[in-house]
């Protein structure tokens, strides 16, 4: 399978912070990045989708001036949570886009407090 | 959009049992794909089955795409089965939706 990392693992920040997290695919070269949110004991809920080199596709509800996304490089897509706040608490996962078979980054827990 | 739905929300195994896991959707597909997660949270993709029967070691899965529904097939459970078991799907060349889980606990 496809290899992908994400930092950090785990972060908490004080209310009012940004916070930057970043998503590498190690094996391959990804045109396309999806981006989840999960919240505790539920599902996985598509936030946006990049395209190198161009603007991110938002989901409704989904704020976008809060929730910058720079997918600059083929392996490099970064997920940068501004202004964070409590309710913004949440697993966050991308997913490089690979075809049929979609793969996940291990995901960043993110706690403000 | 496409509707997925997944059953039974929560289940409870003894290990060495089997179990099936159900999943329906609402149109047609062209991407289904059945997701383990564990408890630290890591997604492993376990099949890619729009149609058809897959099997790898105890865990197996069909899609009857013409009746809109995949089940998967866990044989002689393990505690390292323990998590959320995800079917995700979508119809054209859209982002996968994913249906709300099953939650797997397999216990000694």
Redo the contacts between chains.
């Keep these: 399978g496809a290899v992908v990392s994400q930092h950090p693992s785990r972060v908490i920040c004080k209310s009012g912070t940004s916070v930057k997290i970043e998503c590498r695919s190690l094996d391959f070269q990804a045109t396309t990045m999806f981006w989840y949110r999960q919240f505790p004991k539920q599902s996985l809920m598509l936030m946006a989708t990049s395209n190198e080199g161009s603007k991110a596709t938002y989901e409704q509800g989904v704020e976008k001036d809060k929730f910058l996304i720079n997918h600059a490089s083929l392996t490099l897509s970064t997920l940068t949570v501004t202004s964070a706040h409590p309710e913004d608490s949440s697993f966050y996962i991308c997913s490089p886009d690979r075809g049929e078979t979609q793969y996940f980054g291990p995901g960043t827990r993110l706690l403000v407090l | 959009g496409i509707q997925v739905e997944q059953s039974p929300p929560d289940l409870i195994l003894q290990e060495g049992a089997n179990s099936t896991l159900r999943c329906n959707f609402s149109d047609s597909v062209n991407?289904l794909?059945w997701?383990h997660q564990n408890p630290?949270?890591?997604?492993i993709?376990l099949f890619?089955i729009p149609s058809g029967t897959k099997q790898n070691g105890r865990l197996s899965a069909t899609t009857v795409a013409t009746e809109r529904y995949s089940l998967l097939y866990i044989s002689s459970s393990q505690t390292t089965d323990s998590g959320v078991y995800?079917c995700?799907l979508n119809s054209g060349n859209t982002?996968?939706?994913?249906?709300?889980?099953t939650?797997l606990s397999v216990i000694a």
């Excluded at chain 2, 982002?95 to 889980?101: N, T």
């Design positions: 991407n794909q997701f630290w949270g890591q997604l993709n890619y995800f995700a982002p996968l939706v994913f249906g709300k889980g939650r």
